[in-house]
């Protein structure tokens, strides 16, 4: 406070005596660095007395106090000799003007004596006045002594620092146990310094981001000789992980880097993402398959014309005989937008070999001669999430999204999305407790506009929906366990087959008015029944020809499921899982649906066939150990699984397209483990074995493996 008060007043009287006469001033400023000297030299009296009084304490803590005060009047001393040479320094007018380099800060005062010759030459050759020249000497003169005046301000404080540096090493050392042979010396930085050298190193960060902004080539989209990035990896190691700010995120470095690259900024509110899957398939027919024409592909009927069940030719059949190999490729792309205001949208685009709602997978080579793949639009949605956070969230959704449910493959394959509207969400309720609920509103088929296109009077329409709820919880019960559990509820209208109006088709393409009942897209398993009802007429030879048939599934469908799984993660970081899900049709009748089957009745003999002989139920069960995510190089896991699905269980369509080839009535274990490579690619490989519950035999053996990428 002396020092500062000295200075300042110094100051004061420095300035009015130029005001006065003009003339150049003693420097100051070597008036308040004496003034500090004086402090500091009060302070190592200080210190001393302060070590004199330890030495009389008690003997193991005067040694470490004597070091530690020897230490700092070394260090004062140090100054106080540098402080008394650079004064010296000072005093010969030198016209470097420069402070000891201990201090850390040069002054260099604004020289006016340019300025002024520069005046006066304008004033020789006529161009300025006399009395606007002595003006802007003034001028100058005033700008030079005020710019001295926060050098010496700086210094003042620079100096104010050191004293204050030079009091606290010292009460530290007092509170200081003895010291070792290994403890560290750790010297103190002040706040104001600290927060300092935060800024600047934000800033060189900054820069450096700009910098490499200039030089960095975005992509062969840029005109030649324009250079641009997103992201620079050699900065990751100083970049901030968003907690505590330290550093700005990538999105806002690129919004506000983004005039500098050409970008506008709501590129920053875009994410993209894609994925390569190459699959190497190998299929395993068993020898003592059916292959009599027991399997008939009741897809290929529904999706085509319909099949003259009178006929002399077999029905479109299912492989159940011979062996195949294939390689298969998934590739998505897609992206999402924040629109603000918890406002959001999303595309991606998918490979397949058709429109399939479970599969997008192509075959390589299935077109042959290398020709080109087709694109499907996989998702396309608009989303609003007022809350969206771990504790609390809640997102309203349009359009074509991902499965919202928490679910296995035994009900949903991996790869379905929904259509139409959707909402879902979580609360905690508890530390250890989350609640968390899914309900979505789907068409599943829409009657087309002009159906039947070859009649001018046209059917009502038979639309297919689905409505679907489900409520569970996620609960930390016990320390390193967790429990995820839930029950569900899938009600489809319309879904079943509807026998149609007595009619008489007199060729293939003629339409019943419950053709549109049949479903647009099946693998296998579920029990089928006819839907046309044709009248025996002179024109089909009393019900011998053209009897052109389509099939509609035999029940109802309202599935009821739970869901649950539990995690042990006593041996991190490998984490052991158990999943598990059932799922009961509880529109599921027997008796009704074996007046109407025309599959999955029981052989009775050569070409014979009994009673309906499906199941409305069906279960998975599931062991996982290894790391939960493939998210670090090394990282592994194994499973085991087994599931009994009856036919009736749930909608083929829809289940699992892999195990088996597809679809419900199936018996089996799975068996696999993956290997990451690298954060971003993995290899997977499993062994799948499946048996038909009911009907002809029909067995397979199925191996994959598969490499995949993604960002």
Not at 220 to 226: I, N, Q, T
Not at 230 to 259: N, T
Not at 422 to 434: A, C, K
Request: hydrophobic content about 35%; charged content about 20%; overall charge negative.
């Amino acid at each position: 406070m002396f020092m500062q008060t000295y200075c300042r007043n110094s100051k004061k009287r420095e300035l009015r005596s130029l005001s006065k006469s003009g003339v150049k001033p003693p420097h100051s400023i070597w008036r308040c660095l004496r003034a500090a000297r004086m402090v500091v030299l009060v302070a190592a009296g200080v210190l001393g007395l302060f070590a004199a009084s330890a030495e009389e304490g008690e003997s193991n803590e005067s040694e470490a106090t004597h070091r530690v005060a020897a230490t700092s009047t070394e260090s004062i001393e140090s100054n106080e000799s540098k402080a008394q040479h650079s004064s010296a320094a000072t005093s010969t007018e030198s016209s470097e003007h420069e402070l000891p380099q201990d201090i850390g800060v040069a002054i260099e005062p604004p020289s006016v004596s340019v300025t002024i010759n520069l005046i006066n030459k304008l004033v020789e050759r006529g161009i300025l006045e006399k009395g606007d020249a002595e003006d802007l000497v003034r001028q100058a003169r005033a700008e030079a002594e005020v710019a001295r005046a926060q050098i010496q301000a700086d210094v003042f404080a620079t100096a104010q620092v050191a004293v204050q540096r030079a009091v606290d090493e010292q009460l530290l050392a007092e509170q200081l146990p003895e010291a070792s042979e290994g403890d560290v010396r750790v010297s103190h930085i002040p706040a104001p310094v600290r927060r300092q050298l935060k800024e600047d190193i934000k800033a060189e960060l900054r820069e450096e981001r700009r910098i490499a902004a200039a030089h960095v080539n975005f992509g062969p989209g840029v005109p030649m000789g324009e250079k641009r990035t997103i992201y620079d990896s050699s900065l990751e190691p100083y970049r901030g992980g968003g907690g505590g700010g330290d550093l700005p995120s990538d999105a806002e470095l690129l919004a506000s880097f983004g005039y500098g690259m050409g970008l506008p900024g709501w590129v920053s509110r875009l994410n993209l993402n894609a994925d390569l899957r190459v699959r190497y398939e190998a299929i395993f027919m068993s020898d003592t398959n059916d292959s009599t024409g027991a399997f008939p592909d009741f897809n290929a009927i529904n999706t085509g014309a319909p099949y003259d069940i009178t006929g002399y030719q077999f029905a479109p059949q299912l492989n159940s005989n011979q062996d195949r190999q294939r390689f298969r490729i998934r590739a998505r792309a897609g992206l999402n937008m924040d629109l603000q205001d918890g406002w959001s949208l999303g595309f991606r685009m998918a490979t397949g070999n058709d429109g399939s709602p479970v599969s997008t997978n192509q075959t390589l080579g299935a077109t042959g001669g290398f020709s080109k793949y087709s694109l499907w639009l996989d998702r396309a949605y608009l989303q609003y999430a007022p809350w969206d956070d771990k504790d609390k969230k809640l997102k309203f959704t349009a359009g074509r999204f991902a499965n919202p449910y928490f679910t296995t493959n035994l009900v949903w394959d991996d790869n379905v999305n929904f259509d139409g509207l959707g909402v879902s969400g979580h609360w905690r309720v508890l530390p250890s407790l989350r609640p968390f609920f899914a309900a979505s509103f789907s068409p599943v088929y829409n009657t087309a506009l002009n159906f039947p296109a070859n009649q001018p009077e046209k059917y009502k329409s038979d639309d297919k929906w689905l409505a679907a709820i489900q409520l569970g919880t996620d609960w930390a019960f016990a320390d390193k366990w967790n429990l995820k559990a839930a029950v569900g509820y899938y009600h489809f209208e319309n879904i079943e087959g509807k026998l149609s109006s007595p009619f008489v088709p007199l060729s293939a393409s003629d339409a019943g008015d419950t053709d549109n009942s049949r479903p647009m897209f099946a693998q296998k398993g579920n029990t089928y029944r006819p839907i046309r009802n044709i009248k025996p007429d002179p024109a089909n030879n009393f019900g011998h020809t053209n009897q052109w048939q389509y099939y509609g599934l035999a029940t109802k469908f309202q599935e009821l499921t739970f869901t649950g799984r539990i995690d042990y993660n006593g041996f991190e970081p490998v984490q052991v899982s158990l999943v598990s899900e059932f799922v009961a049709n509880l529109a599921w009748n027997r008796d009704e649906i074996n007046k109407v089957a025309v599959n999955n009745r029981k052989e009775v003999g050569t070409y014979a066939y009994g009673d309906y002989d499906g199941y409305g139920y069906g279960w998975l069960g599931r062991l996982e150990v290894g790391h939960p995510k493939p998210d670090k190089r090394g990282n592994w896991k194994a499973y085991f699984e087994y599931r009994w699905l009856g036919s009736d269980a749930t909608v083929d369509g829809f289940a699992d397209s892999t195990f088996g080839l597809g679809g419900t009535n199936m018996q089996g274990f799975t068996v696999g483990a993956s290997y990451t490579l690298s954060p971003n690619v993995n290899v997977n490989a499993r062994w799948m074995a499946s048996d038909n519950i009911t009907g002809p035999k029909f067995s397979t053996g199925i191996f994959q493996f598969d490499l995949s990428g993604e960002f």
